[in-house]
């Protein structure tokens, strides 16, 4: 499946995205899809679903938005919504449309957050707040 392959592009893109920031972890993913892009959201969506587990992507709140289509109509001398590649302009009917929005398949958004201290600091922090609610019990 062609879905399968453009998932673990963006899965690579991602990774190489992070590669000089070992600390962090994906906590969303928000993906533009263009309608000519010959991108199935639906397939893209199972493929990427099937393949986070165990990624980068693992965890993380991936999604797709789909960018409408759109064309140069030379006819209207004018930019006109398209849904594929094959319509002719919705105005005047012309085939003479140069497709010029919703043709990619990019990364738009990518959100990480700082993966948890490491365990010496949080080891530091516990026995602080537990000494805290010692005194508390023991005033009563
Ligand atoms: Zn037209």
């Known amino acids: 499946m062609h879905e399968v392959s453009l998932a673990g ?14 600390r962090v972890r994906v906590k969303r993913v928000v993906l533009a ?8 959201v639906r397939a893209l969506r199972f493929a ?9 992507l693992a965890g993380a709140a991936i999604e797709l938005d789909e960018v409408a ?9 004018a930019n006109v919504p398209i849904h594929s ?5 919705p105005q005047c ?3 003479w449309l140069q497709p010029n929005g919703g043709t990619e398949l990019s ?3 990518l959100i990480v957050e700082d993966l948890p201290d490491a365990p010496d600091a949080s080891a530091h922090q516990e026995p602080a707040s ?11």
Do not use: F
């Open 9 to 22: 592009g963006v899965i690579r893109l991602v990774e190489d995205a992070l590669a000089r920031e070992p």
């Open 33 to 40: 899809v263009g309608a000519l892009a010959g991108v199935e």
């Open 48 to 56: 990427l679903d099937a393949l986070a587990p165990g990624s980068v």
């Open 69 to 77: 289509g759109q064309a140069w109509c030379l006819n209207c001398a």
């Open 85 to 89: 590649r094959l319509d002719d302009c």
């Open 93 to 95: 009917g012309g085939r």
């Open 107 to 109: 990364v738009r958004e």
């Open 130 to 140: 537990c000494a805290s609610s010692a005194a508390v019990t023991s005033v009563h």
